[in-house]
């Protein structure tokens, strides 16, 4: 029976043949690409401005011994062993983190938020347990890697590497050490050579800034993360780009680095961004007085709210005080004829959605075990930035100022929700439903359109040549949760405008760091 | 026509994605129809749940609460000639949750199309029979309905290829079949820019693991009665388990055993009509060491049943022959 159903499944893949194929190998849009060519070297990057260290000096590195050493000439040694056995797999290893060391852990990172992307399971008594940091293993899991958590992640981890990546390139300009290719010249390269000094190694610089980051921000996928970062740096050694000096050197910076953004992510106020109790209904209790209808929980059991207190964290592009000044007035009153209206539009968009409608709410949705949104516009700029072939420390940067005008703008979003605590539409008329899962925090305004308005902003200043492609993105982003049944309009249009007046901050940043 | 409830159609809801493939019925049972028969109907099918697997965890989900499944599926059976019958079907399906605010979603599933043929049909002596059949089937969808909402999906939106081998023996009317099948499924694409199932991937091709099945079905088979009971058993080679507290997603391991029954009646005084009925359950079967050896996971347990009322028409060819195997003779 079993020779009979082999025939039947070639018979059957002939068939399918002519549908689509008969080989299951899945498209992934960055597995092959070529290696990282840049097309301005940004050699002067020494003298950029760092987002949080003082001077490109603060973390200091050692003077490198001579490629005359003998130590050197051992290390030239380790490559030309490597290089002289090892597997298909190590090879595809090289090809794969050539494609630039940024853009790999950017896509790392993304994976990780995805996989902690889950909301955690309610206890017995219908409380929900919350992820411990200390006890990162344990169910739940640490972290909850929702929007707001994510924001602030990839946030630290682009700024870190930026930071640690222009100390970097100053150290190549003063300590102007060649890379091993230009030392011996018979030494094989499997990536394409370039004239910048090799010490510290930038790749080293971009994963040791990731692990040390992502020690703190993802503690329970350490091993992952640093079998990552040991391939990283082994494909550095068999390619004959770096060796292993440039290596250690590199990792050392890019860790010393980190801990600076670590010390501060440790008092930024994220820890307590969960509030307790009294906090959750000092928030209905204050919407009451007001005599306004306080947002509830659609989840069952019924959740406490979603980082209620993330307002109140530490942003990179503003103060506290900035983070209220970007406050918006309040939204139409629910009892006011204009919330009845957009109530009507909510419900009419769901009660016959087209089927382009629902893809464009599916498209944007990036819920439970996805990325989020933030992840969704980095993979955005990752596809563009791929084609501009921009230098590693570009990279950095450019995903640096992108991160950080997101993860402001979750705090000005969540200051805004909690401070308005603004019913869903499904409350005001229960018989909306949606067509994607209702967040948990409340309406307005819209973590979407400000995330996406922010987002397209950066970019746009970034790469004026897609400006407008990133803004209809923005649009259609925003009205996706329109379309879906979960935000109001004037929540997604406010949304918009917000985030896209605090990606001003960004783009002055990125006028002011020496990087144009 | 001679229908029975088909196993993927029990799975209907059994699986939590609540869509199944439906097939057109005929190709999972040893009954066919004579040369120039022509047999069409609609097949009513109702599948709920208010507990499914979580991987091996089986859990309910208060923002869900019951989840319904809902069909109603037009097939039609062409006899081309006694041995060789050939099988069309295609359901319009609606899913509702019963608690939470996740709107339910409709529209026409797949097309399915089998052939069937009887290669061996060997009376062993007097009493008893064996025979044997080999089923091609082919499966796609009608329209572009959204597939990545589980478990309120309409279907899993792959094309597929199945390919079936049956045994059928039967003593005086007393039968039992056995068969098994393997379903290739093609990739999908979801509305989805990028996705994460056990690690990120950049695009939104998924790579759907193929399935087995297998089915036994034994009870009586008269000439105007048939009943029965079944047990199936749908296996997916590959995929992997939702994780703890994540939504289920179309490449999932689902796999899942049911017990079902069922009958066929054919009307003795208008033999050109006949009703039928079924029901399905979706269990977990332990065996002595406390493993799994009827494994069901990432699927609904659904309990399910179907109606349905079809009409045969008998040409002249075939009329012949009518007046004796206007029934459930194979």
Redesign the interface.
């Known amino acids: 029976m079993k020779k009979i159903s082999k025939q039947h499944l070639i018979a059957a893949c002939l068939g399918a043949w002519l549908f689509s194929g008969c080989s299951k190998d899945i498209y992934d849009r960055t597995a092959s690409l070529p290696a990282l060519i840049p097309a301005v070297a940004d050699g002067n990057a020494g003298e950029w401005k760092p987002y949080l260290l003082a001077t490109n000096e603060d973390v200091a590195v050692a003077a490198p011994i001579a490629t005359n050493n003998p130590d050197y000439i051992a290390q030239i040694n380790e490559i030309k062993a490597a290089q002289a056995d090892y597997t298909p797999e190590e090879k595809s290893r090289v090809d794969y983190w050539s494609a630039g060391a940024v853009l790999r852990w950017n896509e790392i990172m993304r994976e990780l938020v995805a996989k902690r992307n889950l909301p955690p399971y309610q206890n017995d008594d219908g409380t929900y347990p919350l992820p411990n940091a200390n006890n990162p293993l344990a169910y739940p899991i640490f972290p909850f890697a929702n929007p707001p958590y994510a924001a602030r992640a990839y946030a630290y981890v682009a700024a870190a590497q930026y930071d640690a990546l222009v100390a970097a390139y100053h150290y190549k300009a003063v300590y102007n050490r060649k890379a091993p290719y230009a030392v011996d010249s018979t030494l094989r390269v499997m990536i394409p050579k370039n004239a910048l000094p090799s010490y510290p190694s930038e790749d080293a610089v971009v994963a040791g800034a990731a692990v040390e980051m992502l020690k703190l921000l993802f503690p329970a996928d350490q091993d992952y993360i640093n079998q990552r970062a040991q391939e990283h740096m082994q494909a550095r050694i068999l390619s004959g780009a770096n060796v292993r000096s440039d290596l250690e050197a590199g990792q050392a910076l890019g860790r010393a680095v980190a801990q600076k953004f670590a010390a501060r992510a440790r008092t930024d106020r994220a820890g307590a961004s969960a509030g307790n109790a009294a906090s959750w209904q000092a928030l209905v209790d204050v919407t009451l007085a007001r005599g306004e209808v306080p947002w509830y929980s659609f989840e069952l059991p019924v959740r406490p709210p979603m980082l209620p207190a993330f307002g109140k964290v530490k942003s990179f592009l503003i103060d506290s005080m900035g983070v209220i000044a970007l406050r918006p007035g309040p939204p139409p009153l629910v009892e006011s004829e204009k919330m009845k209206q957009e109530t009507m539009e909510v419900y009419d968009f769901v009660k016959n959605p087209t089927r382009e409608r629902i893809r464009i709410v599916h498209f944007w949705a990036d819920g439970v075990g996805t990325y989020t949104p933030p992840g969704h516009w980095n993979a955005i700029a990752a596809d563009d930035f791929i084609k501009q072939n921009i230098s590693e420390v570009r990279w950095a940067r450019n995903l640096a100022l992108l991160n950080m005008a997101m993860f402001d703008a979750a705090i000005v979003c969540w200051d805004t929700k909690f401070f308005y605590f603004n019913p869903r539409p499904t409350q005001l008329n229960p018989s909306i439903k949606t067509l994607t899962g209702i967040p948990n925090f409340p309406a307005y305004i819209s973590g979407h359109s400000t995330f996406s308005g922010a987002a397209a902003t950066i970019l746009g200043h970034l790469s004026p040549a897609n400006a407008q492609k990133y803004k209809d993105m923005a649009n259609e982003a925003s009205m996706s949760r329109v379309y879906g049944g979960i935000h109001y309009r004037s929540d997604c249009e406010v949304g918009l405008e917000t985030g896209i007046k605090l990606a001003a901050y960004a783009v002055n940043k990125a006028k002011t760091d020496g990087a144009e | 026509m001679l229908l029975k409830y088909s196993p993927t159609c029990l799975l209907v809801g059994a699986l939590l994605a609540s869509t199944c493939q439906l097939h057109a019925q005929t190709e999972t049972d040893a009954i066919m129809m004579n040369r120039t028969q022509f047999c069409a109907g609609f097949l009513y099918n109702h599948s709920s749940w208010n507990e499914y697997w979580e991987g091996t965890r089986k859990r309910n989900n ?2 869900l609460g019951t989840v319904t499944n809902q069909s109603v599926m037009f097939m039609a059976n062409y006899g081309i000639t006694d041995n060789l019958n050939v099988m069309v079907g295609a359901p319009y399906v609606w899913t509702n949750a019963s ?6 979603m409709k529209g026409v599933q797949d097309l399915s199309l089998n052939v069937k043929w009887r290669g061996l049909n060997y009376a062993i002596n007097k009493k008893s029979k064996l025979a044997l059949y ?1 089923i ?1 089937g ?1 499966s ?1 969808p009608l329209q ?1 309905y ?1 597939i ?2 589980l478990p309120l999906s309409v279907g899993l939106g792959s ?1 597929n ?5 049956m045994v059928d023996y039967k003593y005086n009317r007393w039968f039992a079949t056995l068969w ?1 099948a ?1 379903t ?1 499924r ?2 999908i694409k ?7 199932d056990t ?5 939104n ?4 693991p193929d399935q087995s099945t297998f089915q036994l079905r034994a009870g009586y088979r008269g000439k105007y009665l048939i009943a029965e009971a079944t047990l199936t058993r749908l296996h997916t080679i590959g995929g992997f388990d939702i ?5 289920p ?1 179309p490449s999932n391991q689902m796999n899942s055993s049911v017990a079902g029954a069922g009958f066929k009646y054919t009307l003795k005084q208008h033999t050109n009509l006949s009703f039928l009925g079924s029901f399905g359950y979706t269990f977990r079967g332990l065996d002595v060491n406390g493993n799994y050896f009827l494994d069901s996971r990432n699927v609904g347990k659904s309990t399910s049943f179907s109606g349905g009322i079809f009409y045969a028409i008998y040409t002249k060819k075939s009329a012949r022959k009518t007046a004796n195997n206007n029934t459930n003779q194979p």
């Open positions: 208060l923002n608690a939470g605010t996740l709107k339910g080999a091609g082919f796609t572009n959204v990545d909402y094309t290829f199945t390919g079936r081998l098994g393997y290739y093609n990739n979801l509305d989805r820019a990028d996705y994460y690690e990120g991937h950049n695009g091709e998924v790579r759907m994780t703890r507290n994540n939504m997603f």
